[in-house]
């Protein structure tokens, strides 16, 4: 078994990380905020991977809020090139948490995929891209780097939460005119793929896109959600490029146009290298983020 130091790992993956690699038996260090401070301050990385086989990078500045493009890049770039440097020094495995953004933001004629180039269109796909470049360009560093799409479950923020509580609430929305194909990643089948990464040699020198399997479209995803807490999904026909111009206009383009693009990857390769299946299907992702929303009482503002 080995020793795993996580960054991140009070956040939303890891949560779910953590216990998920005690079970297996690994000696885990936990890294967040009340145990290292700001982690795009200095620090001696090489001694937090002391003695560490492998260091599991999760922690990142997902949505902005407002923050600097310097801030941005502080801890998106800066921090994790420290952290490479630091693994490659000690001969310390790094799984790296980017994002499928890094390649991109809509689906072309085909699915992204490992061999696709990086191509982001935002500030955090950018961030996430020139992490991954510098993070390759460092000598021995053993590297396997994970880009997720979409990724939901208990806990889950942002936008997935803002569909959740609208979807209980009984809102009508106007989705029932998208015919897009979106893949998205249930956290517990994440972790079990990033758990896969850690314990196989093959992983290391290799970058995979990673999702439940087939995509879904926004008014799939929807009534799925819907179904699941109990309620009916009240989706209303109107014309996706409407809805995106509305949007626009109201300063919300780019979350309406994550609404009605495609974004599909072809997860095979990790599949095929590795032997990995995600242990939970779709359906059962859904279930337990619903489960969850319920028990917590997430549909209040917080």
């Keep these: 078994m080995a020793r795993v130091v996580v ?7 890891g949560r779910t990380l953590l216990p998920a690699l005690s079970m297996r038996g690994h000696e885990v260090v936990a890294l967040d905020r009340t145990a290292i ?7 001696d990385w090489g ?12 922690a990142a500045l997902a949505h902005a809020h407002g923050a600097s493009e310097a801030r941005l890049r502080a801890v998106n770039v800066d921090a ?13 495995h790094m799984v790296f948490l980017s994002s499928v953004k890094a390649l991109g933001e809509d689906t072309g004629a085909a699915p992204l995929d490992d ?37 939901y479950g208990p806990g889950v923020k942002a936008n997935f939460l803002a569909l959740l509580r609208a979807l209980e609430r009984g809102w009508p929305l106007p989705l029932a005119s998208v015919a897009n194909r979106r893949s998205v990643v249930f956290v517990g089948n994440l972790v079990d793929a990033i758990v896969r990464c850690l314990e196989s040699p093959k992983a290391v020198g290799k970058s995979y896109v ?11 995803l929807a009534r799925a959600i819907a ?5 009916p999904a009240r989706l209303l026909p109107f014309p996706p490029r409407l809805l995106e111009l509305a949007g626009t206009l109201v300063g919300q383009g780019e979350a309406v146009r994550r609404l ?43």
């Design 210 to 220: 990673v999702s439940d399997g087939v995509p879904v479209s926004t008014p799939e």
């Design 115 to 151: 061999a696709s180039p990086l191509a982001p269109h935002d500030a955090y796909g950018s961030a996430k891209a020139e992490a991954e470049r510098a993070l390759r360009a460092i000598e021995r560093l053993k590297l396997t780097v994970l880009r997720p799409p979409l990724v």
């Design 47 to 58: 001694r937090l991977l002391a003695g560490a086989d492998t260091a599991i990078h999760l």
């Design 260 to 302: 009605t693009r495609s974004l599909e990857v072809d997860d095979r390769a990790i599949r095929r290298e590795l032997g990995w299946q995600p242990p939970f299907t779709f359906e059962e992702g859904i279930r337990l983020t619903a489960q969850w929303f319920r028990d917590e009482g997430a549909m209040k503002d917080s």
């Design 227 to 231: 179904a699941s807490l109990g309620r």
């Design 7 to 13: 960054t991140g790992a009070s956040g939303f993956v």
């Design 80 to 92: 994790s090139v420290a952290i490479g440097k630091a693994a490659a020094g000690a001969g310390v």
């Design 37 to 43: 401070g700001d982690i795009a301050e200095a620090r």
